[in-house]
């Protein structure tokens, strides 16, 4: 398990398709797989990896973001169309409807931070 936290989204074709899962706290460390959960199986080698690194250079390892005041959970209401539509992609993709959620979030915020910037 991560305990570091971190994001995750869709790659494009151009990007060469699957997902990207990426550290919020240590630079540059991310990794990609074909789907959501390869991706963050991935990354968790990422950050052992970067942090080895990072040990074995002498150089500082920040500690994970607290975000203990969230509790990364709420309630949300949806139309029952969408609600259909988003357990049929979930089904498809092979993952959780949380897990989906959770990516389509990352992937939006992602899209906003470089439209942003």
């Known amino acids: 398990m991560i305990d570091y936290p971190f994001t995750v ?3 494009s074709k151009e990007e060469g398709g ?3 899962a990426e550290s ?4 540059g460390c991310m990794a990609d797989g074909e789907t959501i959960e390869e991706a963050v199986h ?6 052992n990896s970067w942090i080895k690194t990072a040990q074995e250079l002498g150089h500082f390892i920040p500690s994970p973001s607290d975000d203990s005041k969230f509790s990364g959970k709420w309630v949300v209401r949806t ?6 539509r988003l357990v049929d992609m979930a089904k498809r993709e ?3 409807l949380n ?3 959770v990516s389509l979030l990352a992937e939006g915020l992602g899209s906003k931070a470089i439209h942003h910037s």
């Open 42 to 47: 991935n990354l968790e080698d990422a950050v």
């Open 79 to 84: 139309p029952k169309s969408i609600h259909h």
């Open 24 to 27: 919020l706290d240590l630079n």
């Open 18 to 20: 699957g997902y990207l």
């Open 99 to 101: 897990t989906l959620t």
């Open 94 to 96: 092979g993952v959780s």
């Open 9 to 11: 989204r869709h790659l």
